[in-house]
């Protein structure tokens, strides 16, 4: 490299207000594949399965890549909650098997302790959502401007009840442009921890703010309404989380807790 272009690429650096070992990091984006992904993740986690699969149709030139069949694997597993296990278990299979083709997928990693909490397998879940957390911490060392891999070792972090540890990380999600639905939500279930329910309650406002029909938000605002002590406010998140997602781990306690205060 001339002289000259050593010098110009310094000065871009300082003028960034970037140190040199920041450029590279400066420079994260997701694939294509990636963007679908988080697409169609987001809309399955906020229990809009409907539109995700129309999202995931619209990327078949991806089907083969990894993102794509980690996203139609979850997508698959949620659709089928309820209705049909064995496609559940399917949406699994293949989860576990991207997990081992690239090892350094945390996506699909937290996501296979997403189902394997679903199907009851709670050990399992955690050695998932610990390797999930190893992942993507490694994938945050190597760049610093990963939001992707942010999110993940937050979520991941909240799955483990580190509360803290998951919100400095989720803190640096949003600063580096990951979903900001999906952050306030994972910032929420921090306080959710913590016990904060007046916290919790109004970071899962701010994801009705953005999203009101972001299902879950229901389901752990109503538990934090609950605490705050207002039953009116209980009573009509929990039957909007029930109408917005009937199928849900979460649905069968939803009618329970509002079969009792009635």
């Given at each position: 490299?001339?002289?000259?272009?050593?010098?110009?690429?310094?000065?871009?650096?300082?003028?960034?207000?970037?140190?040199?070992t920041d450029a590279a990091?400066?420079?994260?984006?997701?694939?294509?594949?990636?963007?679908?992904?988080?697409?169609?993740?987001?809309?399955?986690?906020?229990?809009?399965?409907?539109?995700?699969?129309?999202?995931?149709?619209?990327?078949?030139?991806?089907?083969?890549?990894?993102?794509?069949?980690?996203?139609?694997?979850?997508?698959?597993?949620?659709?089928?909650?309820?209705?049909?296990?064995?496609f559940v278990l399917k949406?699994?299979?293949?989860?576990?098997?991207?997990?081992?083709?690239?090892?350094?997928?945390?996506?699909?990693?937290?996501?296979?302790?997403?189902?394997?909490?679903?199907?009851?397998?709670?050990?399992?879940?955690?050695?998932?959502?610990?390797?999930?957390?190893?992942?993507?911490?490694?994938?945050?060392?190597?760049?610093?401007?990963?939001?992707?891999?942010?999110?993940?070792?937050?979520?991941?972090?909240?799955?483990?009840?580190?509360?803290?540890?998951?919100?400095?990380?989720?803190?640096?999600?949003?600063?580096?442009?990951?979903?900001?639905?999906?952050?306030?939500?994972?910032?929420?279930?921090?306080?959710?921890?913590?016990?904060?329910?007046?916290?919790?309650?109004?970071?899962?406002?701010?994801?009705?703010?953005?999203?009101?029909?972001?299902?879950?938000?229901?389901?752990?605002?109503?538990?934090?309404?609950?605490?705050?002590?207002?039953?009116?406010?209980?009573?009509?998140?929990?039957?909007?989380?029930?109408?917005?997602?009937?199928?849900?781990?979460?649905?069968?306690?939803?009618?329970?807790?509002?079969?009792?205060?009635?």
């Open positions: 490299m001339k002289l000259r272009t050593v010098l110009s690429v310094a000065l871009l650096i300082t003028i960034a207000g970037l140190p040199a990091a400066a420079q994260f984006k997701p694939t294509e594949a990636e963007v679908l992904r988080d697409d169609v993740i987001a809309k399955t986690v906020a229990w809009r399965t409907k539109s995700a699969e129309t999202t995931l149709k619209k990327g078949t030139k991806y089907e083969q890549s990894q993102p794509y069949l980690t996203a139609e694997a979850f997508l698959m597993a949620t659709y089928s909650l309820g209705q049909n296990e064995n949406g699994l299979a293949i989860l576990d098997k991207q997990a081992k083709r690239d090892p350094k997928d945390f996506v699909a990693e937290f996501y296979r302790g997403e189902v394997l909490r679903w199907l009851d397998r709670r050990d399992d879940a955690k050695a998932a959502w610990q390797k999930a957390l190893n992942k993507a911490t490694a994938a945050v060392e190597e760049n610093g401007r990963n939001c992707t891999a942010h999110y993940y070792r937050g979520a991941a972090l909240v799955r483990m009840k580190k509360a803290d540890e998951a919100r400095r990380a989720l803190k640096k999600a949003a600063k580096t442009d990951f979903d900001p639905v999906m952050v306030d939500f994972q910032i929420g279930m921090t306080y959710i921890i913590d016990q904060n329910w007046k916290a919790a309650r109004d970071a899962f406002d701010d994801v009705h703010e953005m999203d009101p029909r972001y299902a879950h938000l229901y389901f752990f605002r109503g538990i934090a309404w609950e605490k705050i002590g207002r039953k009116d406010a209980l009573l009509y998140d929990l039957g909007q989380f029930v109408k917005l997602a009937p199928n849900s781990p979460e649905a069968k306690q939803a009618r329970a807790i509002l079969a009792s205060v009635r």
